[in-house]
C-alpha cells in the first residue's frame, strides 16, 4: 500500500489517523474523546468523513436533513441502503471519489503553508480507503485504528442486523484487514482504560509528527 501518487491532496507533512469500525461499534464516540484531547491540547487538526459527499448529494437530491444524516442517530437509517447503493455506484468508476472530496473539502479550511498536523478520517469502510491515505499521507505517517464491540453491546446501543447493510461492503470491508496499528475493544466507553487506550494513539501520533519536524528542519 505504500508508494507514490500524484494527487493535488498530498498531505505528506500530517499525520493520518484512520478509523474503522461496524455499526454502533463507537467510532463516533472514539473520535470525539480523541478530539477533544487534541482541542485541549490545542493540536491543529481536521476531522473528515467519507461518508459526507454522498450524504450531501443524497440530501439536497431528497430534500433532506444533512445534519440528521452525518448524525449516529436513527434518521439516517432510513436512507442508508440507497445512499449506499448510489455510492458504490460512483466508486465503481472511481474508487478514491469521496476519499479525495473529503480531503479536498476538509483542507480547503487550511492555508496550502500551514495544513493541519493531524488528518482524522472517522469512518473508513474499505481497502481503497486505507489505500488512499497511505498514498496522500504516506503508509508511515499512517496510524490505522479499529473500533470493536461485541454483538451484545451493540445491540445495547441499538444495533439490529439489517440485511443488505450489515453484510455488505460498507460494514465488511475490512473484516480481513490485518494491518491495523491499534485494535480498541470498545465495550466499556466510559472506562478509565478506554480513554488511556485514545491517549496511547494521540501519544504515537505525536511521536510521529516529532521525527516529521526534525526531518523537514535538516
Known amino acids: 500500500m505504500d508508494g507514490a501518487v500524484t494527487d493535488p491532496n498530498d498531505c505528506r507533512s500530517s499525520v493520518c489517523l484512520v478509523f474503522s469500525g461496524k455499526r454502533k461499534s463507537g467510532k463516533d464516540f472514539t473520535v470525539k474523546l480523541l478530539t477533544d ?96 491515505f497511505s498514498k496522500v499521507c504516506g503508509r508511515p505517517h499512517c496510524l490505522f485504528i479499529r473500533i470493536c464491540a461485541s454483538d451484545q453491546i451493540r445491540a445495547e446501543r441499538g444495533w439490529t442486523f439489517v440485511s443488505d447493510i450489515d453484510d455488505a461492503t460498507t460494514e465488511c470491508g475490512l473484516d480481513g484487514f490485518g494491518d491495523w496499528d491499534f485494535v480498541l475493544l470498545n465495550d466499556e466507553c466510559d472506562s478509565v482504560r478506554y480513554q488511556e487506550a485514545v491517549k496511547e494513539i494521540i501519544d504515537r501520533a505525536t511521536g510521529i509528527l516529532h521525527k516529521l519536524t526534525v526531518y523537514t528542519s535538516l
Do not use: C
Open 37 to 132: 484531547m487534541l482541542a485541549q491540547a490545542h493540536t491543529s487538526y481536521v476531522t473528515l468523513h467519507l461518508s459526507e459527499p454522498i450524504k450531501s448529494y443524497y440530501a439536497a437530491k431528497h430534500n433532506l436533513n444533512l445534519v440528521e444524516l452525518m448524525s449516529s442517530g436513527t434518521y439516517k437509517e432510513s436512507y442508508r441502503k440507497q445512499m449506499v447503493e448510489w455510492g458504490e455506484e460512483q466508486m465503481r468508476h472511481d474508487p478514491h471519489i469521496f476519499a479525495r472530496k473529503s480531503l479536498s473539502r476538509a483542507l480547503s479550511d487550511f492555508p496550502p503553508s500551514s495544513p493541519p498536523r493531524l488528518i482524522v478520517v472517522a469512518d473508513a469502510r474499505r481497502l481503497t480507503d486505507l489505500d488512499y
